[in-house]
């Protein structure tokens, strides 16, 4: 157990430090409870803008319904609008996760996230979140057809994504199967392989000369 806590306190230091080097994204101090860290969007001066997000840092082989409750519990002991679940991979978490990326949950806003998504979609969140600083936290729940369309909005960019990483893992194996094919060529011909035919000799080539006939 105690190996497991430094392996989650290590994760969230170094999920602090990620987020500090993000322009325009504010994170407090390490939290004593009640969440990991709270973080916010920035104004010129550095100083956090409404409204302020829990966020809590999860690194295990699936995301539990009861991290779920307990995030939510967490943000409303601070009266805070908005949670943010953030795992480090991307296979953390679950089916349903990804069905309810941005959905309201006991009148908490969740967004469920990953390390490496998380500066893309605060970025698509940062529309409804200046309505939450214009217009009150419950504007979201005030305009159900845009909560919508932000959650078809994440699936839409995570399909995208998912599309792009099969692509690239294909040209790779593809480039991989080529320097394999390249190197069995050099070992049959001792000459690297190019990836192009070779050009036949053009003297090979040429017509034999016909006899020329003396007077």
């Not at 991979?89 to 679950?94: A, D, F, G, K, N």
């Not at 969140?125 to 994440?154: C, H, I, K, S, Y």
């Amino acid at each position: 157990m105690a190996k497991v806590a430094r392996v989650g306190k290590k994760e969230e230091m170094d999920f602090a430090e990620e987020v500090r080097s993000w322009p325009g994204i504010w994170i407090g101090e390490k939290l004593p409870r009640n969440g990991d860290y709270l973080m916010a969007f920035s104004d010129a001066a550095g100083n956090a803008l409404e409204p302020i997000m829990v966020i809590d840092n999860k690194d295990k082989a699936t995301v539990a319904e009861a991290d779920v409750g307990k995030l939510v519990r967490d943000a409303r002991e601070r009266k805070l609008p908005v949670a943010v679940l953030v795992t480090r991979e991307e296979s953390q978490l679950r089916h349903v996760d990804r069905q309810r990326r941005w959905a309201q949950e006991d009148r908490i806003w969740l967004l469920r996230s990953t390390r490496a998504w998380l500066p893309r979609d605060l970025e698509v969140l940062r529309p409804v979140l200046e309505r939450m600083r214009a217009e009150g936290p419950d504007f979201p729940q005030r305009n159900a057809a845009l909560a919508n369309e932000v959650q078809r909005t994440f699936m839409d960019i995570d399909e995208i994504q998912g599309q792009l990483k099969k692509a690239g893992t294909t040209i790779e194996k593809a480039q991989a199967l080529t320097a394999k094919h390249r190197a069995q060529h050099f070992e049959v011909t001792g000459e690297p392989g190019t990836g192009r035919a070779q050009q036949p000799n053009p003297i090979l080539l040429r017509p034999p000369a016909l006899p020329v006939s003396m007077p």
